[in-house]
């Protein structure tokens, strides 16, 4: 077994045990939470006691708080995330909709933000006090430090509502009737609606990314191996390349574990923008406490920052030839 | 517990506890707890603690505009409120565990469910003691009676009588305050479409009722009739579904036993006669001809199967309907009985209206209906289904034989509002996602209707575009604030009449409502819109100066900085006196009590 | 030097070299003007926090302003009566406006320093320590990395009344990760570091070494996240509010803005959007811009140059 | 021919708040194929020449003025693109510090076929070859082109360089330091290295240093430089055998020499010029004892001497004979002659007896279950000395072998793994249980680097005072003890320093208060790592003077550990070699360096340079690099790259008394002197 082999199965088996605490922990939380659905029901005067006992049998409320955990331990870990309370339908089936949106939105943003603004950011650092430099700097900061909802509203106002350029909400017109996801993803509609929150999104993330790059370049210029790269005649666009690719790995990592909490991160663009994604599905699923729902949504943003930082981890260590593989610590 | 201000010594008569904390006064079948959830005490010549009252910004915009309205009013008393706005959810879950309020007031709109404009037992039998609703611990034992015994009157006009009087006891002892039935408003486009058909509860849009849809006529060539809505259905199983969308909009899809006209008048459906030939047993005849949308017809198999499949599988949303049928039994291919299990006033104006009937050929075969979610659902109703995406839209196209678009049926259950013409094809509800897109796809045209409540202000604001109107019905949902009875404060009438009289209502609805609500004759739980409506409930007025009169005739007394403070000295006996089980529902003087101010 | 005068004197020291490491901490301000531009607006932010509430001119909740006729002013805009307008309800935007700077105010900066302090206790003892406490406290990090913030924090809000020490105590609780990692890792360099051996080799105690040796190296990283940590708990807090889940009690600027997206206002009250809005961005982002140009001054590798 | 002439450079720096002038007209030539060495202390502008001429100044470094003109062309009035086909095509570098020279990114092959690339129209394949062909040359294996340079050594990424720097064969390389942060057996390689190639290539080499000796071993002519000024240039034989500016008389002195244990180097006291703006006075006017009035207004110019090539800046450069002969002598530069008490050696206060520390190496869980030995780095492993009161004792040895672990553990920083400690009669175990306290108090140890061995938020008084609170000593007057200290060690007047941090101090009075901190609880023992490795020679010397002092006046016994094999003669009583985690060679030091018996101990002397360009040294060179130390053959460690070695030593290990006698022992078969 290879040193990197043995860091692998280590940090695996982190990932694992994280997974079922972080798993444990919603599973209580939620638990904690007085109520459910049928509330409603039983306010309005419409069920009897007997009825909610029934109800609650179906959904396997009425068992030991045990035996509840360990089938829902079990459900989650193969996936099976039950039925939807509300919506009558397995939750899978309502969620995976969800979760394909908010990837459409998701992910291409932060693969553009990343590139682009890597790049800006390594100029920007290249050119330490340039106009550009500190220009880039106050309004990425300005985006990234303004809570995204709030640039939301500002761009819907401007763009939306003053100049009418794009529409303020949803993914696709109230009237488009697509059918499959290509119809409803290749058109020029979805375009139209995907405009605004894609650049939103684009520009809330685009201050991390430049940041990062921007200091990576700017701690990389002044030091001695570029010197030597000066030294041998590389073009100043040759020394900015490898400026760049010396500070790579922290953006890849970074990259990364943001693509983890992508979910999460932007569950207040989707509910502003009524994009249909699986943040806002959630609110709205734990406005409406819908356990199996909630249970599912958290258990994959959970499982994805799990995933994505076993994979900064793994990549950070594959890639980099000088970290130490024995798995010590995770940074 | 710290009083505000300056209280008085105590001053107790012999035998007569210095301070009354909150408890349960009786047994009480639907509350297991020791104590309630709310500790308020009394204590002889005592600054009254501060209040709480609760309410949830959720449940409707200017909820906390109304909380202001009753603090304003407490606080004219002389007394000090907390206002608690708690998250919906929360404040029903109060009725999960039914423990008790956890405020002394406690205030909720209610919605409006058809089942509660068709008759009065939804809202009046919270009174009852044995209702699962009935967490705000009131007992009246005449009401108490008069409640059990008109449930089981099936003679209309003697239970109108009953009603009635119920409505009057309740009223007259303030069993809780009910302020305003807030109109339902909404906003059209009038261009496009005529013959909005004005409903109680419903408004011209909205879902619990089809009339609108079955009644529109075209001004253009498009006959597809657009909706947008801001809640979605969550699945097609409308038996047993828990949201409330659902519910509403599948019975565009299937038909009752019989229906309910914009009067709130029961008129025939599936089944076009029949009634009580006993106080257990009802017999009806069903409609002959009828079609399912798939082509099968319609007999009273379908009627027993879908009671007995509800039964078996506890359905959520027809539980008024199959609840009191002990069991179905057929007695021709177009003739049902019901045997019910105890004598029940309000299946033939409540319970079989608006009740949904499944086909039988098609549910049969469903392993769990309550995990079923049907591809398409097959109902008889005057709409059919096309075609669902949850959180998006939902497509129905008319069912061109139904009787529904018979032009004279429709005079007949419309009156006045009955239009003729080719009507509608389709109907198509688009989920919006908030109000402001709402008015905007309104004034856009990508929709004809708004199937949401909008607030006055908004209505106008959309009304301002060409060809967009607005559209205001009354409701008969109350909104009601529930007083906590076991609080010995509330315990003291002569208290809830100081509080109903310092609560200006009528001024709320001009400033805040713009008139768009009504104002019930006191305490009244039925909406003046309904058939069990008694007009001559007693009314105590808004008048501040004459609450304070009374509570200072009762004894209570202001400190230096005009707080209220409770009765001390002989008048504290009194008031003990009134908050004794016996006693707290009635006056100072029916107790022969003198006047203490 | 009297026995009393002595510690006293000793106090003076203490709290002037304290102070001394301060003003060379914020000494940066006065070259970097954009910092500088994001302190005063800070300040001014810590101002209307404080003192905020009392110049509202109306109570913001209760009040309602109506017009000369008596009719309740509804969505008015800006005028002499409500400078910055009024709400759906006829309550004044600016009374709102005001008051609504002390929640945010309280949790950034509670939220913040929690953060902050939490987060650095966990870094230097983790990093210092080493071993099992260390492994435990970083699974405690990837633990709470691993629990979506804005998710958890919803429901926990759903089953405890929000009110804004609670908030606070939430944020603190998922945000603390961030600096304790960052500040651990600094730790472990520290550490390394000759004159820490040179501590122990006088003879002084695991506490003494950590309190006056190590901690004070990584202090201005402590203060670093510290910053980030206001700017992170006010963003948290306005986007909970927005998203319902505020302190209902209180009008803060998240809640305001709530209020005028849910009340489907936004398209034509910008009287009301803005004030809220502006007001969290502007705080937010120069609390960043401090964070950031401090960071330029402490992080020696980004200032070769210089 | 010229090859490259530099004619009144001036470079400054600009920095937030005033502007450093960094070199300040410059001017000296060199020819073709010759070696030309640029000398000064650090700061004195040496990498900011070299800089200047690769165009490499960062971005706040300006050439002022002044013409760099290589091969007849002017550098500076070259575009970027003409600079860049003359950069590494004509002219290579050698960076500084190796270490992080290279890209950590790339493979040090691939870095330097990129070097080709850059300037050759060359297919892959024959880049690859040529860089192989370059490993080979100096002397890494080939087949590691494709490593990352972390898999490498200090020294051998410093080859890589190297190797990049011949890869076009330049017709000038210039080399900044090119070993220095190496020690001494891998410096003297590495220079090896550079003379032999360059003799091949026939290449120039201008050679930046601080280490006379370097310079006086490989280089044909130099410059030395002092605050920006050249103080003296010319040939080696003359500026080194001759010199007649007061500086470059102080720097020679200041280098102790090996074979001159008799005679005290000589330290300049003060410290470098603040060049925050033009000089106006002779630059080393303040620290010159010379110094006249003349001095006061002017900087003097550079003028010829009569003898051929020799330049000197000096206002009294015709007194250069007198002053030269006045320089020797300590009292010139106002340095107390503190040699003369030579007091008694006390009894033995520290013994060890085959002292151990090996290292656990981490180990897979997997291994741990299995229950197998973990694999151990025997950083120490059985080394027996010890130390009497007044004594100072010298630890040398290379880098690696053990000899601050050694220093640790008898300070019981680390606990030992094996064999006996005692201290002042006491076994350690009576003091690590419970009784350390009493340990720390009495045995105090100063580390090697004075940038980081303080505090950085405390100041003088907190750090000096720190050791007082903790051992509750002289509490009532702790002032009083601080400032007895402070003056102890030299910093006069104390109160001047008491407020300060450490930042507002220099390097060497850093390492004062580091060494205050440890003498501040008067204890019986010091222990020394390298105390003076990262100053500057005067303030080496200084500092070396001071713990002579204080053996000798306090009755310390001190342990003083270092690599530089000079320093060491001059410091101490007796000197131990170790090689490996073991003492190989022990004794007096007089003994050790006129008759070392050792083979190793032979190669570490002969590999220090000789300052004095006239000397012939023979060196040993030593193959390879020491071996792993958690895998050590067996038999005696050095035989793998012993020149001597016979069957006999990879057998069985010897013992230190395999030979000499009781005040002089070493563990080898074969010594130097029995052969003889
Ligand atoms: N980038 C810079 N900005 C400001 N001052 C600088 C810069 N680089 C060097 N200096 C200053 O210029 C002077 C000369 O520095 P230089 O690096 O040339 O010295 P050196 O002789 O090479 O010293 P060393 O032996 O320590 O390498 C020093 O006083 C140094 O502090
Ligand atoms: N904590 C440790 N764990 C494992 N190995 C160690 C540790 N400390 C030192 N070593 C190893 O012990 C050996 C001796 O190291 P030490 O630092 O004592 O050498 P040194 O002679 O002081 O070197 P230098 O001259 O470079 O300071 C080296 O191989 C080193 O890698
Ligand atoms: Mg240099
Ligand atoms: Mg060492």
Redesign the interface.
């Known amino acids: 077994m290879t040193k990197f082999q043995r860091f692998l199965l280590k940090r695996l088996a982190i990932s694992v045990v994280l997974t079922l605490v972080a798993v444990s922990v919603i599973f209580v939380v939620l638990r904690l939470l007085p109520g459910s659905p049928f509330e409603t029901l039983v306010t309005s005067g419409n069920l009897n006691q007997e009825q909610i006992d029934e109800i609650r049998a179906m959904y396997g409320l009425d068992q030991s708080i045990w035996n509840q955990y360990l089938s829902y331990i079990e459900s989650l870990l193969t996936f099976q995330f039950g039925y939807s309370i509300l919506r009558s339908q397995p939750v899978w089936e309502v969620l995976e909709p969800r979760l394909i949106n908010s990837l459409i939105l998701l992910v291409p943003a932060l693969v553009t933000t990343a590139i682009l603004s890597s790049l800006l950011g390594m100029y920007a650092g290249w050119n330490r006090g340039s106009r550009l430099e500190k220009l880039s700097i106050v309004l990425t900061t300005l985006l990234r430090s303004t809570p995204v909802f709030i640039t939301a509203i500002f761009f819907i106002i401007l763009f939306a509502y003053n100049l009418e350029l794009v529409p303020a909400l949803g993914m696709r017109s109230i009237r488009a009737t697509p059918d499959g996801y290509l119809e409803t993803f290749v058109s020029l509609d979805f375009l139209h609606h995907y405009l605004l929150p894609f650049a939103v999104a684009v520009l809330f993330y685009s201050g991390d990314f430049l940041l990062l790059a921007r200091n990576g370049v700017v701690e990389k210029r002044g030091s001695e191996f570029l010197k030597l790269h000066r030294a041998k005649g590389l073009s100043e666009f040759q020394q900015l390349a490898r400026a760049g690719r010396n500070s790579m790995l922290p953006i890849l990592t970074y990259f990364t574990l943001r693509l983890g909490m992508i979910f999460q991160g932007l569950i207040l663009l989707e509910v502003v923008f009524s994009w249909p994604g699986i943040g806002r599905e959630l609110v709205l699923a734990i406005q409406q406490q819908d356990y199996p729902l909630v249970q599912a949504a958290v258990f994959i943003m959970a499982l994805a920052v799990i995933i994505a930082n076993l994979a900064a981890d793994v990549l950070y260590a594959y890639f980099d030839p000088t970290v130490s593989t024995n798995g010590g610590g995770s940074a | 517990n710290s009083s505000r201000g300056e209280s008085l010594e105590p001053n107790v008569p012999d035998g007569v506890p210095e301070t009354v904390e909150t408890k349960y006064w009786r047994e009480w079948e639907t509350v297991d707890a020791e104590s309630p959830p709310l500790e308020y005490s009394a204590t002889a010549g005592s600054v009254l603690d501060r209040v709480p009252v609760e309410y949830s910004s959720e449940d409707d915009p200017w909820m906390r505009e109304h909380a202001l309205m009753v603090k304003r009013g407490l606080n004219d008393l002389g007394v000090d409120v907390t206002l608690d706005d708690r998250p919906l959810n929360q404040l029903y879950a109060q009725s999960w565990t039914a423990n008790g309020l956890e405020a002394v007031i406690s205030m909720s709109s209610q919605g409006p469910d058809p089942q509660r404009g068709l008759d009065p037992n939804p809202l009046l039998m919270r009174a009852t003691e044995e209702s699962l609703s009935n967490y705000d611990n009131y007992y009246h034992p005449e009401l108490q009676d008069i409640l059990t015994e008109q449930a089981q009157t099936t003679d209309r006009a003697e239970r109108e009588e009953l009603v009635d009087q119920a409505q009057e006891i309740f009223a007259e002892d303030i069993g809780a305050i009910i302020t305003l039935f807030p109109n339902i408003i909404t906003a059209v486009n009038t261009d496009r479409w005529s013959g909005y058909v004005e409903t109680p509860g419903n408004g011209q849009t909205m879902d619990s009722f089809v009339w609108t849809e079955v009644n529109l006529q075209p001004e253009t060539d498009n006959r597809t009739y657009v909706k947008g809505v801001s809640t979605s259905m969550n699945s097609l199983n409308l038996a047993w579904a828990a949201g409330g969308a659902e519910a509403k909009r599948l019975t565009f899809i299937y038909d009752g036993l019989f229906d309910a006209t914009p009067d709130l008048d029961v008129v025939p459906a599936l089944a076009t006669g029949g009634g009580f030939v006993d106080d257990t047993t009802v017999e009806l005849t069903l409609r002959e001809g009828v079609e399912w949308h798939d082509g099968e017809p319609f007999t009273a198999e379908d009627v027993k199967f879908t009671v007995e499949l509800y039964d078996e599988y506890a359905s959520t949303s027809q539980v008024p309907f199959y609840e009191p049928i002990d069991s179905v039994e057929i007695l021709g291919d177009h003739e049902v009985r019901f045997n019910l299990a105890n004598p029940d006033a309000a299946f033939m104006t409540q319970r079989v209206v608006r009740s949904v009937i499944l086909p039988k050929h098609r549910w049969e075969d469903v392993g769990n209906p309550s995990q079923h979610n049907p591809d398409s659902p097959v109902g008889t109703g005057p709409f059919e289904f096309e075609n669902w995406e949850q959180g998006t839209r939902f497509e129905a196209s008319r069912n061109d034989g139904h009787w529904m678009f018979d032009d004279d049926w429709r005079n007949d259950a419309l009156g006045d509002q009955a239009e003729s013409g080719p009507g509608v094809d389709t109907v198509v509800w688009l989920n919006v996602s908030n109000v402001d897109a709402l008015i905007g796809s309104l004034q856009s045209g990508s929709i004809d209707a708004v199937g949401t409540n909008l607030s006055d202000l908004q209505a106008n604001r959309a009304a301002n575009s060409e060809g967009i109107e607005k559209m205001s019905a009354g409701s008969y949902a109350p909104l009601i604030m529930k007083l906590m009875f076991s609080c010995p404060l509330i315990r003291d009438k002569e208290f809830r009449v100081a509080l109903a009289k310092s609560l200006d209502s009528k001024g709320f609805v001009e400033d805040f409502l713009h008139g768009q609500a009504t104002v019930p004759t006191g305490e009244n739980l039925i909406s003046s819109l309904t058939q069990w409506h008694n007009p001559d409930t007693t009314d105590y007025s808004y008048d501040v100066d004459e609450a304070e009169t009374i509570l200072e005739q009762a004894g209570y007394t202001w400190d230096g900085q005009g707080n209220l403070r409770f009765p001390n000295g002989d008048a504290w006996g009194a008031f003990v006196e009134r908050i004794q089980p016996e006693n707290t529902n009635q006056r100072r003087t029916e107790l022969q009590q003198g006047d203490f101010s | 030097m009297s026995a009393e005068t002595k510690p006293k004197a000793e106090l003076y020291k203490r709290v002037d070299a304290l102070w001394a490491?301060v003003r060379e901490q914020v000494a940066f301000l006065r070259?970097d003007p954009?910092a500088f531009a994001s302190m005063v607006i800070a300040g001014a932010f810590v101002f209307l926090g404080v003192f905020g509430p009392f110049l509202a001119p109306h109570d913001p909740?209760?009040y309602?302003i109506r017009s000369d006729t008596g009719?309740?002013l509804?969505?008015a805009s800006p005028s002499m009566d409500a400078f910055f307008g009024t709400t759906?309800?006829?309550k004044d935007v600016f009374s709102q406006f005001l008051a609504g700077a002390r929640p945010t105010l309280i949790v950034g900066l509670f939220g913040g320093l929690g953060t902050g302090a939490l987060g650095f206790t966990v870094g230097v003892v983790s990093g210092y320590y080493g071993g099992w406490v260390?492994e435990l406290l970083?699974?405690l990090t990837?633990?709470t990395?691993?629990?979506?913030?804005?998710?958890?924090a919803?429901?926990?809000l759903?089953?405890m009344?929000p009110n804004i020490w609670l908030i606070t105590a939430i944020i603190v609780a998922f945000l603390w990760k961030m600096p304790a990692?960052v500040v651990r890792?600094e730790v472990l360099s520290v550490r390394e570091?000759?004159?820490v051996?040179?501590?122990?080799?006088?003879?002084?105690?695991d506490l003494?070494t950590m309190v006056?040796?190590v901690a004070?190296?990584v202090?201005p990283i402590g203060f670093l996240y510290t910053a980030y940590g206001v700017?992170w708990a006010v963003?948290a807090q306005?986007?909970l509010a927005?998203?319902?889940f505020g302190d209902?009690?209180m009008t803060s600027w998240g809640r305001m803005?709530r209020q005028v997206?849910?009340?489907?206002?936004?398209?034509?009250a910008?009287w009301w959007?803005l004030p809220p809005?502006i007001g969290?961005?502007a705080i937010?982002?120069s609390?960043?811009?401090i964070g950031?140009a401090y960071e330029e001054v402490i992080?020696p590798?980004?200032q070769?140059?210089? | 021919m010229t090859l490259l002439n530099v004619e009144d450079l001036k470079v400054t720096y600009a920095t937030d708040d005033e502007t450093i002038h960094a070199v300040n007209d410059v001017s000296f030539s060199i020819e073709e194929g010759v070696n030309y060495g640029l000398a000064g202390e650090s700061g004195s502008g040496k990498s900011t020449v070299a800089e200047a001429l690769l165009g490499l100044l960062p971005r706040n470094g300006t050439v002022e003025s002044g013409t760099l003109e290589f091969n007849g062309t002017d550098l500076t009035s070259l575009t970027d693109a003409e600079r860049r086909d003359i950069l590494w095509e004509d002219i290579a570098y050698i960076p500084q510090s190796a270490m992080d020279s290279l890209d950590p990114v790339m493979t040090t092959g691939a870095q330097i076929a990129q070097a080709i690339h850059t300037h050759r129209n060359v297919t892959d394949s024959k880049a690859r070859d040529r860089v192989r062909e370059l490993f080979d040359i100096v002397g890494l294996d080939p087949d590691r082109i494709d490593e990352y340079p972390h898999e490498f050594s200090g020294g051998m990424r410093q080859r890589v360089t190297i190797a990049m720097a011949l890869a076009l064969e330049p017709d000038l390389i210039i080399a900044d330091e090119p070993t220095t942060g190496l020690d001494v057996i891998v410096q003297d390689k590495i220079i090896d290295k550079i003379l032999e190639i360059q003799e091949r290539m026939d290449s120039s080499l201008l050679l930046i240093t601080h280490e006379i000796g370097v310079i006086a071993e490989t280089c044909d002519a130099l410059s030395i430089l002092y605050g920006g000024k050249v103080m003296e240039q010319g040939s080696v034989d003359n500026v080194l055998v001759n010199p007649t500016n007061p500086y470059t008389m102080g720097l020679k002195n200041s280098f102790p020499e090996i074979d001159a244990e008799d005679e005290d180097p000589v330290a300049i006291p003060g410290s470098p010029p603040n060049l925050n703006r033009e000089p106006t006075a002779c630059v080393f006017e303040r620290r010159c004892p010379f110094a006249t009035d003349d001095c006061r207004e002017s900087h003097p110019e550079l003028i010829d001497l009569p003898n051929r090539n020799h330049r000197s800046a000096c206002h009294r450069v015709k007194e250069a004979a007198q002053l030269r002969r006045d320089a020797d002598e300590p009292e010139t530069w106002d340095i107390p002659d503190t040699s003369s008490v030579d007091s008694e050696r006390g009894e033995v206060i520290l013994e060890t007896d085959n002292l151990e520390k090996h290292y656990e190496q981490s180990q897979p869980l997997l291994s741990k279950v299995r229950g197998e030995e973990p694999d151990y780095v025997k950083a120490v492993d059985g080394v027996s000395l010890s130390v009497r009161r007044s004594e100072v004792l010298g630890i040398a040895g290379e880098s690696g072998c053990g000899k601050s672990t050694l220093g640790e553990t008898m300070a019981l920083l680390e606990d030992p793994t094996g064999g006996e400690m005692v201290f002042d009669g006491d076994p350690y175990e009576h003091y690590q249980d419970g009784n350390l306290q009493s340990f720390r108090r009495n045995v105090q140890i100063i580390f090697q680097d004075p940038f980081d061995s303080l505090n950085p938020r405390q100041t003088v008084r907190q750090l000096v005072g720190e050791p007082l609170t903790i051992h509750d000593y002289r509490t009532d007057e702790q002032e009083h003890a601080i400032v007895e200290t402070l003056e102890k060690v030299g910093l006069t007047p104390a109160q001047k320093f008491l407020d300060s941090y450490p930042h507002e101090l220099s390097g060497g009075q850093r390492q004062r208060v580091a060494v205050a901190k440890a003498l501040v609880l008067d204890p019986d023992f010091l222990i020394c790592d390298e105390p003076a490795s990262m100053l500057d020679v005067s303030l080496k010397v200084n500092l070396l003077n001071l713990l002579r002092g204080l053996a000798d006046i306090e009755d310390l016994g001190i342990v003083y550990i270092s690599h530089d094999l000079a320093s060491l003669m001059q410091v101490s009583d007796r000197l131990a070699i170790m090689y490996l985690g073991r003492i190989i060679e022990q004794g007096d030091v007089d003994r050790i360096a006129s008759n070392p018996k050792h083979p190793y101990t032979t190669s570490l002397l002969s590999a220090a340079p000789e300052k004095d360009p006239t000397t012939d040294r023979t060196r040993v060179l030593l193959d390879g690099e020491p071996p792993d130390p958690v895998d050590l053959p067996s038999g005696c460690a050095f035989a793998p790259r012993c020149p001597k070695a016979q069957e006999t030593c990879l057998e069985a290990e010897p013992s230190i008394d395999q030979a000499g006698d009781k005040t002089h022992r070493a563990a080898c078969y074969f010594p130097n002197g029995e052969q003889r």
């Open positions: 490491v070259r954009l909740i209760e309602t009719s309740v509804q969505l759906a309800f006829g260390d970083m699974r990837d633990l990395f691993s629990l979506p913030f804005m998710p958890m919803l429901l926990l759903t089953f009344t990692r890792s570091r000759t004159f051996k040179s501590a122990r080799a006088s003879g002084a105690s003494r006056y040796h004070p190296n202090l700017a963003a306005a986007s927005f998203l319902g209902p009690t803005l997206f849910e009340s489907g206002n936004i398209r034509v910008w959007v809005a969290i961005a937010t982002t609390v960043f811009l950031r992080n590798e980004i070769t140059d210089q």
